[in-house]
Antibody, heavy 123, light 107 residues
Framework: VQLVQSGGGLVKPGGSLRLSCEAS????????MTWVRQAPGKGLEWVSS????????SYSDSVKGRFTIARDNPKKSLFLHVNSLRGDDTAVYYC?????????????????WGQGTLVTVSS | DIQMTQSPSSLSASVGDRVTITCRAS??????LNWYQQKPGKAPNLLIY???TLHSGVPSRFSGSGSETDFTLNISSLQPEDFATYSC?????????FGGGTKVEIK
């Protein structure tokens, strides 16, 4: 199992980015996927999850309406479109594999993680 | 939202010590509590899921217990590679909240 992330970087307040996560080594469509972030020196924060089929999506209140999670199962890729960025969005963003069966449910412990990508929001 | 509170926030221990970290949920989460280890500059690694199930490849010196609102992560004999930050996470309901983390440092 491998998750390789790309995207991220320095962006001005109000700006946008697309984060990507390419999966290999497992049946991608059989698993829910999640984005988790970690602000500098802070704890982990759940951001968003998407079911294996892409039909069920959830967001934290802090990003709802600004971030969009998506997946492309044939390409085994997960995305996070981040818009209207603010200073408190500055963090390392991780993609993570959730539960088997593909649902965003109670078996959503995260057993594989990407390497993380830093998003810095600053003017 | 379910709040997850870990204690202590940090601790100092020696190699060979037994270490206990606690995690309390603001409401009952059954046994849907997961533990992660994170080293500086690295992604977290899953240690334990559903309160007490050891993830594949995790050494048996790690164990978890608890249910409902009170949970414990134990390290029976601390090894040099165990100095890290440990975080709990509830998967009972969305949003999937994490505890604030416990940093285990060398005494």
């Amino acid at each position: 199992v491998q998750l390789v992330q790309s995207g991220g970087g320095l962006v001005k307040p109000g700006g946008s980015l697309r984060l990507s996560c390419e999966a290999s080594g497992f049946t991608f469509s059989s698993y829910s996927m999640t984005w988790v972030r970690q602000a500098p020196g802070k704890g982990l924060e759940w951001v968003s999850s998407i079911s294996g089929s892409g039909s069920h999506i959830s967001y934290s209140d802090s990003v709802k309406g600004r971030f969009t999670i998506a997946r492309d199962n044939p390409k085994k890729s997960l995305f996070l479109h981040v818009n209207s960025l603010r200073g408190d969005d500055t963090a390392v963003y991780y993609c993570a594999r959730g539960g088997t069966g593909g649902a965003v449910g109670r078996n959503n412990w995260f057993d594989s993680w990407g390497q993380g990508t830093l998003v810095t929001v600053s003017s | 939202d379910i709040q997850m509170t870990q204690s202590p926030s940090s601790l100092s221990a020696s190699v060979g010590d037994r270490v206990t970290i606690t995690c309390r949920a603001s409401e009952s989460i059954g046994f849907y509590l997961n533990w992660y280890q994170q080293k500086p500059g690295k992604a977290p690694n899953l240690l334990i899921y559903t309160a007490s199930t050891l993830h594949s490849g995790v050494p048996s010196r790690f164990s978890g217990s608890g249910s409902e609102t009170d949970f414990t992560l134990n390290i029976s004999s601390l090894q040099p590679e165990d100095f890290a930050t440990y975080s709990c996470q509830q998967s009972y309901s969305i949003p999937f909240t994490f505890g604030g983390g416990t940093k285990v440092e060398i005494k």
